[in-house]
């Protein structure tokens, strides 16, 4: 809060520097999306419509490092500023993101996850032209702090995020329906998924081994019983699919499988810019509401996600091959895009446990004859 009143004293002057600036032509951009994976790949229909509305323009931004590899690839963005845990922790972190602002010479700023410090350091840092969304779950400090922005765009929980960001772009003339998520596939990743895969001729099933947020992610037995029902009834190969961080989940499913005749371990085997190379291959790939389900969707992959405490009306795939098992329960959802929970809070999971591995087998099954179906429709048209 005290942040927030020094800005609001500084207020007139600020204006008065602005104003001057006037509005200017839009060379130099700065998005701030500091998000996990999963938020950052939902949101490059911005960045693309940004560099679509300005092609001239020099597109920034700010991120958390554990997607700077994926934005550094990006077509659409010139520059990754990763700000580290903290960064803008006290008055030293403010005035070290002031700087960084300043420095940066912005003439818009857009923040796609809105805090109290982004608000701030964008008003000192005399950006001319500061759009924001105001979140359905701001706290009093970011409602007194929302008055540092020059627009706002609210959101609402019965509506796509991505409504709200092109609502928030509307206000420097870019228009977009755009909603299709992309990632860059690297020559490394595609080289790694042809030697992994080399020799297989069956479908091949791709099964995420854990969640960033454990509130989300399935059990390792119930994974170990899904993939068993692939390979064993159905005649599919699953590969594991992971971080290198994953290893121990990875280590439980495998431990907990029948037979590993057709199961390939790809768990921490690519890095996150090569991981597009494996997910474009795969024939259906199975996850919960996570960055690599993000990602497969990007791809173009089949799938099917188990969504979890997540609102998807909100955030979700939205691929041409996407099934979604959702649980409609009096709790659900208690996870949304500007308010996200790690804990049950009525201790049973149950949007995660009630889904059986047999019940997700089936939409797997169902979704490989759509598209098995689709490809013959199209073969024989052609």
Request: proline share 5%.
């Amino acid at each position: 809060m005290f942040y927030v009143i020094l800005s609001y004293l500084f207020y007139p002057l600020v204006r008065l520097i602005t104003a001057l600036r006037g509005r200017r032509e839009v060379c130099r951009i700065l998005v701030v999306q500091t998000a996990k994976i999963g938020d950052v790949i939902s949101a490059t229909p911005v960045l693309r419509a940004l560099a679509r509305r300005f092609p001239e323009a020099h597109i920034t931004v700010l991120a958390n490092p554990v997607t700077r590899e994926l934005l550094e690839g990006n077509p659409h963005v010139d520059a990754v500023i990763a700000l580290a845990p903290g960064f803008s922790d006290g008055f030293a972190g403010k005035w070290r993101l002031v700087r960084l602002v300043r420095a940066g010479r912005y003439d818009v700023a857009i923040t796609l996850n809105p805090n109290v410090p982004f608000a701030v350091g964008l008003f000192l840092g005399l950006v001319p032209v500061r759009l924001s969304v105001m979140p359905d779950f701001a706290g009093s400090t970011f409602r007194l702090a929302s008055g540092l922005f020059s627009h706002l765009a609210t959101h609402r929980g019965d509506r796509l995020v991505l409504q709200t960001y092109f609502d928030v772009l509307k206000e420097i003339g870019v228009e977009s329906g755009d909603f299709s998520k992309g990632v860059v596939k690297t020559p490394d990743g595609e080289t790694k998924a042809t030697t992994l895969l080399a020799g297989v001729k069956k479908p091949i099933v791709g099964v995420a081994v854990s969640s960033a947020n454990k509130l989300k992610q399935l059990d390792a037995a119930k994974i170990s019983r899904l993939v068993d029902a692939l390979t064993k009834r159905h005649d599919l190969y699953a590969v594991l699919i992971g971080a290198k961080n994953d290893r121990q989940d990875a280590d439980r499913v495998i431990a907990g499988l029948s037979d590993t005749a057709q199961v390939i371990d790809a768990v921490g085997k690519f890095t996150l810019r090569e991981l597009p190379g494996l997910l474009e291959r795969l024939s259906v790939f199975v996850g919960v509401d996570s960055g690599l389900t993000y990602m497969a969707d990007a791809c173009g992959t089949p799938l099917v996600q188990i969504a979890g405490p997540v609102n998807t009306i909100e955030q979700r795939p939205m691929g041409d091959s996407v099934v979604i098992i959702k649980r409609d329960l009096s709790c659900a959802p208690c996870s949304h895009v500007f308010n996200t929970v790690q804990f049950c809070k009525i201790k049973t999971r149950e949007c995660i446990e009630s889904v059986t591995p047999d019940e997700i087998c089936d939409s797997v099954l169902l979704l490989l004859r759509k598209v098995q179906e689709r490809a013959e429709r199209n073969n024989a048209i052609s």
